[in-house]
């Protein structure tokens, strides 16, 4: 179980890297997100003890069940699922620094109420969906600024950025128009210049994308079966050719 995972990392990073190489970016701009879901906490726990400390959960559930199994490793724990307002009491409880997935202001309300109860803050990501399914979560692009100008006046959310779920397609052109959205409106909230408003974040990408998101500006990309499942290539898909086998 442990070499498969590791395997697994390993070949993530090296997609990363490579993504990164081919937009002239720095490696250092994007984060690795392991998304956690249905993952047990032995298994979270080799990522996290081999250099992995960022991982997310979609349901708070899961946040509970695992918390005593890893409370005691360093790592950062975001909350990336649709998240309602009676469960915003357990994000704070069980340690959550960053809910990537804020997507509506009565949200933003409970969350704010609960913090200042507790004289706490936490980061913040405004989800936006770019895709415009009905099935997905997230604020229409064209609401995304009004949405951000209004949570920016709760002192105890700090907005770092903005997190999308792409287009699940298999062309190309289609889901990076879901990643250029993104980008072009943070750059269109960075010119608003809104007090209490970072943009530095842009969390978008997974196992089936992330070359197309990095390429568009992701700084979080978020990978989860791709890292637990089973491996997902052979030792030859990422050491250098001739070297497979030899390491």
């Not at 490696?27 to 726990?45: G, H, N, Q």
């Not at 960022?54 to 649709?82: P, T």
Request: include cysteine.
């Amino acid at each position: 179980m442990k070499d498969d995972i590791l395997h697994n990392l390993a070949v993530i990073n090296e997609r990363i890297r490579k993504a990164c190489e081919k937009s002239g970016r720095n490696t250092d701009e994007v984060r690795l997100l392991l998304a956690t879901k249905t993952v047990s906490a032995d298994r979270i726990k080799i990522a996290l003890e081999n250099g992995y400390p960022l991982i997310a959960e979609n349901k708070v559930q899961e946040l509970k069940e695992k918390y005593e199994d890893l409370k005691d490793i360093l790592h950062e724990n975001h909350f990336i699922g649709h998240l309602q307002t009676n469960k915003v009491k357990d994000i704070l409880k069980y340690d959550v620094t960053c809910v990537q997935s804020l997507d509506r202001l009565d949200l933003a309300e409970k969350l704010h109420q609960r913090l200042s109860a507790e004289n706490k803050s936490i980061d913040v990501l405004i989800q936006v969906n770019t895709s415009g399914e009905e099935s997905k979560f997230g604020i229409a692009p064209n609401e995304a600024i009004e949405l951000t100008k209004n949570v920016s006046r709760f002192p105890t959310l700090r907005i770092k950025g903005l997190m999308t779920i792409g287009l699940f397609s298999a062309e190309t052109d289609k889901v990076r128009e879901c990643f250029k959205i993104l980008k072009n409106l943070q750059q269109d909230i960075i010119r608003e210049n809104i007090p209490n408003v970072q943009m530095k974040e842009l969390s978008m990408g997974m196992s089936g994308d992330l070359e197309t998101a990095i390429e568009e500006g992701a700084t979080i990309v978020r990978v989860g079966t791709a890292v637990f499942g089973p491996r997902i290539y052979p030792d030859s898909y990422y050491w250098d050719e001739g070297k497979a086998g030899k390491i």
